[in-house]
């Protein structure tokens, strides 16, 4: 999955991401933007995200996440707290 051109954010920033969220109005917005950057796949440890990405959004922001979680990322591959999503072109489309 990495070899090829990728972004990565820092564990303790996640800066991409967190932009995306609060920037979009709902989980469409945050797909299509993924797509615009050519982000096909995340990987995401879920310990550091819930101790440094979450805390980050108010209400709105962290509902609005976890709706594109739920509509748009395929678990491909979890090794304890990491995992590795797929991001989907079309809501819910496997």
Do not use: C
Not at 4 to 18: G, W
Not at 48 to 75: T, V
Request: hydrophobic share 35%; aromatic share 12%.
């Amino acid at each position: 999955y990495l070899d090829r051109e990728y972004l990565s954010d820092t564990m303790f920033e996640a800066a991409t991401i967190l932009r995306i969220i609060i920037q979009s109005t709902n989980e469409e917005e945050i797909a299509k933007k993924l797509k615009e950057l050519g982000i096909t796949h995340i990987l995401i440890n879920r310990y550091y995200a819930s101790e440094n990405l979450y805390p980050n959004l108010d209400e709105m922001e962290k509902e609005r996440m976890l709706e594109f979680e739920k509509r748009y990322l395929k678990e491909i591959w979890v090794k304890g707290n990491v995992y590795l999503y797929k991001v989907l072109s079309k809501k819910g489309a496997k």
